[in-house]
């Protein structure tokens, strides 16, 4: 049974730091792709980054390149969002997924239900 479980959300104020962490089971994160997606109020849930299952390939969506920094710890089996210059405009809850395809051009919304963690709020203000 696949489980992923989100940590490390806060509040933070704008310029600072968050690094989430998604500890996976009933699969193997350096076995298959993974990501980090994200949802603010009223809008559709969307890709931050993915991460390819070799570990060697990455996608970000252009509002976290050069901010933030998708990585994983095999030992673990966790995987990462080092997210850097907050913006208030990160806040959402942010979500961690193993995807069930890699692409090299977007990072691509898993459709079962069990490919995703709970959520964790990120919220970003002074």
């Known amino acids: 049974q696949l489980q992923l479980v989100e940590s490390g959300g806060g509040l933070v104020q704008p310029g600072g730091s968050l690094r989430l962490s998604c500890a996976a089971s009933?699969?193997?994160?350096?076995?298959?792709?993974i990501g980090w997606f994200r949802q603010a109020p009223g809008k559709r849930r969307e890709e931050v980054s993915c991460l390819s299952s070799d570990g060697v390939s990455t996608n970000y969506a252009d509002s976290a390149k050069g901010r933030f920094t998708i990585s994983r710890d095999n030992a673990k089996n966790t995987f990462y969002l080092q997210m850097n210059s907050l913006k208030p405009e990160d806040t959402a809850v942010y979500y961690c997924?193993?995807?069930?395809?890699?692409?090299?051009?977007?990072?691509?919304?898993?459709?079962?239900?069990?490919?995703w963690g709970q959520g964790t709020q990120v919220t970003v203000s002074s």
């Open positions: 997924a193993r995807l069930q395809y890699w692409s090299a051009y977007r990072c691509y919304l898993p459709t079962q239900n069990d490919y």
């Open positions: 009933g699969f193997t994160v350096e076995r298959n792709p």
